[in-house]
T-cell receptor
Framework: GAVVSQHPSRVICKSGTSVKIECRSL??????MFWYRQFPKKSLMLMAT?????????EQGVEKDKFLINHASLTLSTLTVTSAHPEDSSFYIC????????????FGQGTRLTVV | GESVGLHLPTLSVQEGDNSIINCAYS??????FIWYKQESGKGPQFIIDIRSNMDKRQGQRVTVLLNKTVKHLSLQIAATQPGDSAVYFC???????????FGGGTRLMVKP
């Protein structure tokens, strides 16, 4: 199957700083990628849809100025958590698919963000 | 709003027994369903999927059943092994590309 790589896998940052998380499709091109957030013992919640070459589409309640998404190429989407607060600590996961009639989604390994 | 949910948050089974994890969905427009396995600290791992024009699909040791009448999805794992211990999520796709809506998750614990 297709491979999606996410980096870093773990990051600890101080409050007020910004953190960038990368999501790469290694062996396929993805015009659309998805960013999810997962709190401990909870399910994945879609944050936003990342669209190559255009603005991301954010889900209701997700601050676009806080969670900056850039999808500058067909193999890379980045999520930047700006001015991080402890409540932003979470597990962030991206996914991508082959698109078209293939609806299977492939997930990255996830990024554990801890804001101290 | 429409959502996908699960009946049981935790399921404990004996090694070698069969496991059944259930999921209820409410979006009648969903036409593609997937079961994912997630181990601690890792991203979701695809297990098996099924389209709405089917009611059963089998994989290696796993079977997914879809009952569209009552909007119910289940995952059956045969001869459950310790390596099957994880959290299992059902997810649905309602003609939105590769975007998924996830259920609440069920933790499967396999006792040796």
């Amino acid at each position: 199957g297709a491979v999606v790589s996410q980096h870093p896998s773990r990051v600890i940052c101080k409050s007020g700083t910004s953190v960038k998380i990368e999501c790469r499709s290694l062996d396929f091109q993805a015009t659309t990628m998805f960013w999810y957030r997962q709190f401990p013992k909870k399910s994945l919640m879609l944050m936003a849809t990342s669209n190559e070459g255009s603005k991301a589409t954010y889900e209701q309640g997700v601050e676009k100025d806080k969670f900056l998404i850039n999808h500058a190429s067909l193999t890379l989407s980045t999520l930047t958590v700006t001015s991080a607060h402890p409540e932003d600590s979470s597990f962030y996961i991206c996914s991508a698919g082959l698109g078209g009639e293939n609806t299977e989604a492939f997930f990255g390994q996830g990024t554990r963000l801890t804001v101290v | 709003g429409e959502s996908v949910g699960l009946h049981l948050p935790t399921l404990s089974v004996q090694e070698g027994d069969n496991s059944i994890i259930n999921c209820a969905y409410s979006n009648s427009a969903s036409d593609y369903f997937i079961w994912y396995k997630q181990e601690s600290g890792k991203g979701p791992q695809f297990i098996i999927d099924i389209r709405s024009n089917m009611d059963k699909r089998q994989g290696q040791r796993v079977t997914v059943l879809l009952n569209k009448t009552v909007k119910h999805l289940s995952l059956q794992i045969a001869a459950t092994q310790p390596g099957d211990s994880a959290v299992y999520f059902c997810a649905e796709n309602a003609n939105a590309g590769n975007m998924l809506t996830f259920g609440g998750g069920t933790r499967l614990m396999v006792k040796p």
